[in-house]
């Protein structure tokens, strides 16, 4: 699992910052990537990294504002004629499935693979057996949602060393206890899978939010992740700007991630005004609250291990 960062601008592309875009990409997990909003040219970013279009699996957005949804019509399309025939599902605010199916209409672009568009409310909108997803509204101009992504926890490892003290011979049987299933030996006995498995291995919270002020659910949506993406379109100063254009300031994402006891901080959406030299004041503002904060760039990968 690791998070690449496809923009990290905020209102209107940069020379350095193209508009918003992360994935999530969970190709050990999976085999897929999941899309977290999908400005304009998202599709031009895809080209410069490693990403197959046709392996976005889910794609998620926070709020329908041009620079978080302007990218979806070209990168869909592309995804079609690039080979992708598997099943993509989009969910979103009230109204994405217009725009997508509006654009797609009128542009004439039909897709070889199908597309699933769920218009989401709060609360729990996926569940598989292995993560979990929660959306809440946030404090922006318009609906705008976070997500709070959980990893169901993993089985503990197979005590290898204990099976081979009872003589049970390595093949086929460690597979099986691995899965947690009871197993009967040639000499009769009965083993439970769950009497061989170490501590289960915890899975990861990764919480990504869109465009907000600073309120209560980007706490909730935060508490306890490994991971907090947090909008910092402004510097601590432009306090009263952020709140006037329902944005956030370096120190309030700060104070959200220390508040909701998260490990570590990404900040991005930023705004344009600063410029490359600037970038360091703003993540020194941060981690004079939260120590463990970086500020993403286009382009930046950010390995999440199963121990942070």
Known sequence: ?????????????????????????????????????????????????????????????????????????????????????????????????????????????????????????????????????????????????????????????????????EGVKPGPIFKALKKGERVQLEDGRLLDGNDYLGEAQKGRIITILGDTRMCENAVRLAVDADYVVHESTFAADEEEMAKAYFHSTTVQAAQVAKTAAAKHLILTHISSRYTANEVEQLRQESAAIFPNTIVAEDFLQVKIPLYI
């Open 1 to 165: 699992m690791d998070f690449m960062f496809l923009g990290t601008g905020a209102g209107v592309p940069a020379k350095a910052r193209n508009v918003t875009s992360i994935a999530l990409q969970l190709l050990e997990e999976r085999g897929t990537v999941w899309l977290f909003d999908c400005g304009e040219a998202t599709q031009h970013q895809i080209l410069k990294t490693a990403i197959k279009p046709r392996k976005i699996e889910k794609i998620f957005i926070t709020h329908l504002h041009g620079d978080h949804i302007f990218g979806l019509p070209g990168l869909l399309g592309s995804r079609s004629f690039q080979g992708g025939t598997e099943k993509l599902t989009i969910y979103g605010p009230k109204g994405i499935a217009d725009f997508v199916r509006t654009s797609l209409a009128v542009s004439t672009t039909h897709l070889k693979y199908p597309l699933e568009i769920i218009e989401i409310e709060e609360g729990m909108i996926f569940k598989d057996e292995q993560f979990t997803v929660y959306a809440l509204p946030l404090d922006h101009g318009i609906y705008c949602v976070g997500y709070r992504i959980v990893e169901q926890d993993r089985p503990g490892s197979l005590l290898v060393d204990k099976l081979k003290r």
